[in-house]
């Protein structure tokens, strides 16, 4: 069967990745965790001390570092790899959240970051999730959607998801922290997080699981 690519961006917090996921499962695609790749580099950022402000540090830096996805079939989820360490738990802290929109403004990182998922995406059949995936990594994407969802739901989901980690966390940090992330990632200069003008929205703030699978399935089958 025809195989395409499928990008979801949107909003921090808004679900991106359960639904891609799923879809992917669905499908038999591969699914990418584009983020991922962005906190793995600020991680190793935080951890090697690269003063990110200083353009000649970064691509020295950069050439360091090597991105790989693994699947883990304990957790059943592809995790991320930095320089063979699985830092899949790591790049989910809020230490990491709160550096990463800046670190992901940078353009020799999105050079970097980019180049990568476009060669992940050379066979189809895949479905990435991020906030440029339809606009840049993929304009030609066959399907493009677009994730929103009320800023108060999407708190609540990412602070149930942190407070597991981290019970001292506070409903108030993790909204300072989204709200913080969805301004950066919206007005940096380098591929703002838009809806790209063929991405079909989907609004999930009343939408169970299943009524969005079932969306984006119909999505699909309109485009094999
Ligand atoms: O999807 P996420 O919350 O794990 O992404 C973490 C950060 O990475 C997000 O705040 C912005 C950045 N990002 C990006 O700039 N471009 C992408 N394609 C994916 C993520």
Request: proline content about 2%; charged content about 25%.
């Amino acid at each position: 069967m025809k195989k395409i690519i499928i990008t979801i961006d949107g909003w921090s917090s808004c679900g991106k990745s359960t639904v891609a996921k799923q879809l992917a499962k669905c499908l038999g695609y591969v699914y990418i965790d584009s983020g991922a790749m962005y906190r793995a580099i600020t991680l190793y950022f935080l951890r090697n001390h690269v003063d990110w402000t200083d353009v000649d540090h970064v691509v020295q830096a950069l050439r360091h570092i090597n991105l790989q996805f693994f699947y883990n079939p304990k957790s059943l989820q592809s995790e991320m790899h930095l320089n063979e360490e699985n830092v899949e738990y790591f790049i989910r802290d809020l230490v990491v959240a709160e550096k990463v929109s800046e670190v992901a403004t940078i353009a020799a990182v999105r050079a970097f970051a980019v180049e990568q998922q476009q060669n992940m995406g050379i066979e189809k059949g895949i479905v990435m999730d991020g906030r440029d995936i339809g606009t840049t990594v993929f304009p030609d994407a066959e399907l493009k959607i677009f994730m929103t969802a009320d800023i108060l739901v999407r708190v609540e989901r990412r602070f149930k998801e942190m407070y597991e980690k981290n019970p001292n966390i506070t409903v108030e940090e993790v909204k300072t922290n989204l709200e913080m992330r969805d301004y950066i990632d919206s007005n940096r200069e380098v591929s703002p997080l838009r809806k790209a003008q063929d991405a079909i929205l989907l609004d999930n703030t009343n939408l169970s699981m299943e009524e969005q699978l079932d969306f984006a399935l119909k999505l699909v089958a309109k485009k094999l």
